[in-house]
């Protein structure tokens, strides 16, 4: 089992950038790291994801603008968001999946990222 805690999230103005981190209470290596986001009234979306020796995977809002990357000794994973918009504001949570089955999935508590001027 592992615990997964965001940070980093807040209030930005539009074009203003944020970096968030979720960190791991054991190791990673096995999971598939993802952020999902959740915006009021909305479904949960795909953010990004990325496996172990891979290259992340992005959802198409977010191409171009948002960068993931994880780093298995520290147990870590990381979303770099770069020229936010207000479309943007969501609650962002990290999601650890063992072997990317979709059978030993956890779930941070969410971070709340406003875009906003």
């Known amino acids: 089992q592992v615990q997964l805690v965001e940070s980093g999230g807040g209030l930005v103005q539009p074009g203003g950038s944020l970096r968030l981190s979720c960190s791991a209470s054991?190791?990673?290596?096995?999971?598939?790291m993802g952020w999902y986001r959740q915006a009021p009234g909305k479904q949960r979306e795909l953010v990004a994801f990325?496996?172990?020796?891979?290259?992340?995977k992005y959802g198409e809002s977010v191409k171009g603008r948002f960068t993931m990357s994880r780093d298995n000794k520290k147990n870590t994973a990381t979303l770099q968001m770069n020229n936010l918009n207000p479309e943007d504001t969501a609650v962002y949570y990290c999601?650890?999946?063992?072997?990317?089955?979709?059978?030993?999935?956890?779930w941070g508590q969410g971070t709340q990222v406003t875009v906003s001027s």
């Open positions: 990325l496996a172990n020796d891979d290259m992340p």
């Open positions: 054991s190791n990673i290596f096995m999971y598939v």
């Open positions: 999601k650890a999946d063992y072997g990317g089955l979709g059978r030993d999935v956890y």
